[in-house]
């Protein structure tokens, strides 16, 4: 009798174990760039450290428990794309969010965009979290909306996913936004909001 209840409290224990794990959300940002590959660069400002630097935030601000978010760099060094997505793929997340930010040739250009493709198994998933993540950032920053783009992570990640270019480097107000602690802040919050 009492060997009878020893294996079902292991039993017990186990599927608890297993319900825990079940529960957990995993949540991939893939940060841009990383050693030699700065991004966009401007007056030594670069999209890699920048991208980073939020990414950082976004994990800070995580409290919850049943959420893990697992970064694709966690220093300043490259990553090979096709290494990135196996990466990914091999993790099974809810979704991923890969952060860039973008420059252009006009200064008066500025705006968050959100970046899916319709060549991706999950179109309509990924559609659905960029256009979660659009609503969140909306409330506090410009934005040019949600596009279509077949990069080759958002082709061949099976998971959703979207990515994010967050303001222009080449835009003095987006620059401002990017380089302060507090732009850096509200836009981790903004992005944070989606995964909570």
């Known amino acids: ?6 294996i079902f409290g292991f039993v017990l224990l186990l599927f608890t174990f297993s ?7 995993i949540i991939v940002i893939d940060v841009s760039h990383g050693g030699n590959d700065d991004g966009f660069a401007i007056d030594g400002i670069k999209e890699k450290d920048l991208a980073f630097e939020i990414a950082l935030k976004i994990v800070a601000l995580n409290t919850a428990d049943d959420v893990k978010i697992i970064l694709t760099r966690e220093g300043d060094y490259s990553v090979a794309l096709k290494d990135r997505v196996e990466h990914i793929n091999s993790l099974n997340p809810d979704c991923v969010i890969s952060l860039h930010i973008n420059s252009h040739k006009d200064i008066d250009v500025n705006g968050f965009e959100f970046f899916i493709s319709t060549e991706s198994v999950l179109t309509k998933k990924s559609n659905a979290l960029a256009q979660q993540i659009e609503n969140s950032i909306s409330k506090e920053f410009a934005s040019n909306g949600i596009k279509n783009a077949n990069f080759y992570m958002l082709k061949n990640v099976t998971s959703p996913v979207t990515l994010i270019e967050m303001g222009f480097l080449s835009n003095p107000d987006d620059l401002k936004l990017l380089t302060s602690i507090e732009g850096q ?9 989606t995964i909570k």
């Open 1 to 6: 009798m009492i060997k009878d209840l020893r």
């Open 19 to 25: 319900l825990s794990y079940a529960s957990e959300k």
């Open 185 to 193: 802040n509200k836009i981790a919050e903004a992005i944070y909001n």
